[in-house]
């Protein structure tokens, strides 16, 4: 068996996104599958790019579309990778889709997975589920062993996932509601979120500029 | 799709808004980088420069603002969904509790209607719900004061388009 991460992430090899989505191939590698990996932002850009895509997605089993939401939905070059994968694709398949959000509830991925679970059906292909993760910047630039005991839960969540899929079964409904759940407390969350960005502005020597209004129009006041 | 636009542009136009209508298959826009340089490189302003600019230069001084796409798969079209993903510079990168949520604050304090309309080749029930959830969600997190969602069907007479987009457009409150 055979299945093709699609890194939906512009952060590439630094996003969670990757993260999420290479512990799960390397969960179904272990177990016999043969895998790989394309970043659809960097494939997106040129029509060879789309075309080696739609052939890694061709000759897999299974696709797991790893992506952040970005306004409450998948990024552009997801939607355009599933826009062109509508038209193209020919042969049947099994879609896993794994989001990943900032804001602290994961509840903000439901309509990136919505979308995902339609274009499922709208290409004739199974619907494995949709695992959904709040708080995503909490893993920033790591793998999910190096994240430690923060992403404990996820790691077990995705080791879950990666059981039922290696027998062609749907993510079960448990899975999901622990892939959900917080990854720390909301409000420690919210306070060390909103001192990061005061940080990184700090260390770019803007803060004293963080709510410029660089548009403001004369008549708005 | 035409008949959509020119019915938002009338209502707009009849209420008394200027109305400025921006189509984005003639724009150069390239994709978000998720740098986050607009919340804490060059605070408001993308690092980016393309055409993207001055869509949030109308983003974020415009009193109402009519998102018009093809449906897909219940959500935005890709054209539209790349110019929205520039669109994280209208808010501030901090978190703050709104209810049980949680929100950005707006960077502008101007309010906004934020009106969407989305074209579907034929009624598609889970479609519908999806891009009503998304829709709600859109304008939550972008803050609007008021917001409606009207669908247009390729298959359905061209009349029924401008009543949709006029009901919706009045459901948004978007009189001045
Ligand atoms: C343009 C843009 C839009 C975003 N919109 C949302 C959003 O609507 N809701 C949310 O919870 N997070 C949003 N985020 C935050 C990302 O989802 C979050 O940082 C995520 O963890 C990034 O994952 P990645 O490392 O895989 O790119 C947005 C980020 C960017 C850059």
Redesign the pocket.
Not at chain 1, 14 to 18: A, E, F, G, I, N
Not at chain 1, 66 to 72: G, H
């Given at each position: 068996m055979r299945a093709v991460l699609l890194i939906g992430?512009?952060?590439g090899d630094?996003?969670?996104?990757?993260a999420l989505g290479v512990y799960t191939l390397e969960g179904l590698r272990s177990r016999g599958w043969e895998v790989e990996e394309r970043f659809t932002c960097r494939d997106v850009t040129t029509s060879e790019g789309l075309t080696d895509l739609l052939a890694a997605v061709e000759r897999s089993d299974l696709l797991i579309l790893?992506?952040?939401?970005?306004?409450?939905s998948p990024?552009a070059a997801v939607m355009r990778i599933m826009e062109t994968m509508h038209g193209r694709i020919k042969r049947g398949g099994a879609l896993l889709a794994i989001a990943?959000?900032?804001?602290i509830s994961s509840s903000?991925?439901t309509s990136s997975l919505s979308i995902c679970r339609l274009f499922a059906r709208d290409i004739g292909w199974e619907w494995r589920g949709g695992l959904s993760l709040?708080g995503?910047?909490v893993l920033?630039g790591r793998t999910l062993e190096e994240a430690g005991g923060v992403a404990r839960n996820v790691r077990r969540a995705l080791d879950q996932a990666v059981s039922a899929l290696a027998e062609g079964r749907v993510v079960p409904r448990g899975t999901i509601d622990r892939m959900a759940r917080n990854i720390v407390p909301p409000f420690i969350y919210n306070i060390t979120a909103n001192r990061a960005w005061d940080r990184a502005a700090r260390n770019n020597k803007v803060l004293d500029r963080i709510r410029d209004r660089p548009y403001m129009e004369e008549e708005q006041v | 799709m035409r008949p959509a636009v020119e019915a938002s542009d009338s209502v707009l136009r009849e209420m008394g808004h200027q109305v400025e209508t921006v189509r984005l298959k003639d724009k150069r826009i390239a994709q978000?980088r998720?740098c986050?340089g607009c919340w804490v490189r060059t605070p408001g302003q993308c690092i980016i420069d393309d055409d993207a600019n001055e869509i949030m230069r109308s983003f974020v001084s415009s009193h109402v603002i009519v998102l018009l796409t093809p449906v897909t798969f219940g959500g935005h079209s890709s054209q539209l969904k790349k110019a929205l993903?520039?669109m994280?510079g209208s808010a501030l990168p901090y978190l703050e509790r709104c209810g049980r949520d949680t929100r950005h604050p707006r960077r502008y304090d101007i309010a906004q209607r934020m009106v969407f309309v989305g074209l579907l080749p034929e009624r598609d029930h889970e479609a519908q719900v999806t891009y009503r959830e998304l829709s709600k969600?859109n304008a939550l997190?972008f803050r609007a004061t008021g917001w409606a969602m009207a669908l247009v069907f390729s298959n359905e007479r061209t009349e029924m388009a401008s009543i949709a987009v006029r009901e919706d457009l009045l459901q948004a409150g978007v009189a001045p």
């Open positions: 992430s512009p952060r630094r996003s969670t996104s990757r790893s992506f952040p939401t970005y306004v409450d990024p990943n959000c900032g804001f903000n991925n709040g995503g910047n920033a | 978000c998720g986050f993903d520039r994280l969600m997190n």
